[in-house]
């Protein structure tokens, strides 16, 4: 089955700064990968997702990019703000239709 | 607000006993999904169902068994308790006919097992 590493599993920004989340994954019919938000308390909430027919897509402060030659993608979060801590997870999809998830990245965002 | 609705938030219960979870799903969506979400660790599958059927398997336990109803809520059993299983159980739903549509997320039971 489809195996997803996240890096880095904790990650303390300064507030303004940018962050960075990168993710792998082994299955190369793999083609959707959303990213997913998760608060304490909470469920995971969807933030933004990418295709594989894209390499780059852009919501505000957030950006996904994908390289499907190299098989990873990564989560970019720019002028970071207090209300960005959570835990962040990447996930693949392949043509079984089932999501694999990272491990998650904590991310702190320092005032 | 993602629209799934997770009933319990929160159960406390003892090794051995049987603990049933449930899940409404969003308004339309007719696949629901189970995952387990351990002490920091990602969210593991358990099982699919769509449309009243199981679709897909995960690491889901023989002591674990779910299903759907006709109404398409659906409801998870974990019997036999054990400590280990203590954690987050997620319920998500998905939009069917489209075929990336995003899973959609409810807020999830916490299982303790003393």
């Known amino acids: 089955g489809e195996n997803v590493e996240q890096h880095p599993s904790t990650l303390s920004v300064q507030e303004g700064d940018s962050a960075v989340i990168k993710c792998t994954y082994s299955?190369?019919?793999?083609?959707?990968f959303p990213w997913y938000k998760q608060e304490l308390g909470k469920g995971p909430q969807l933030i933004i997702d990418?295709?594989?027919?894209?390499g780059e897509k852009k919501d505000q402060r957030i950006a996904v990019t994908l390289n499907k030659t190299a098989k990873h993608f990564s989560l970019h979060i720019t002028e970071t703000q207090p209300e960005d801590s959570a835990v962040y997870f990447c996930?693949?999809?392949?043509?079984?239709?089932?999501?694999?998830f990272g491990a998650g990245t904590t991310v702190t965002v320092r005032a | 607000d993602s629209g799934v609705t997770q009933t319990p938030k929160h159960l406390i219960t003892a090794t051995g006993q049987r603990v049933t979870l449930r899940c409404s799903p969003r308004?339309?969506?007719?696949?629901v999904y189970w995952y387990q979400q351990s002490l920091d660790q990602g969210l593991q599958f358990l099982i699919q169902?769509?449309?009243?059927?199981?679709?897909a398997k995960g690491n889901i336990l023989e002591r674990f068994s779910a299903q759907q109803f006709p109404d398409l809520h659906s409801e998870l059993n974990l019997s036999s308790l054990e400590l280990g299983d203590s954690a987050l159980y997620f319920c998500?739903?998905?939009?069917?006919?489209?075929?990336?549509?995003?899973?959609?997320f409810g807020n999830g039971t916490r299982l303790t097992v003393t």
């Open positions: 990418i295709r594989s027919n894209v």
């Open positions: 169902y769509y449309n009243g059927e199981e679709r």
């Open positions: 299955d190369s019919a793999s083609n959707y």
């Open positions: 998500a739903s998905r939009q069917t006919g489209t075929p990336n549509s995003p899973l959609h």
């Open positions: 996930a693949s999809r392949g043509n079984d239709y089932k999501l694999s």
């Open positions: 308004s339309g969506d007719l696949s």
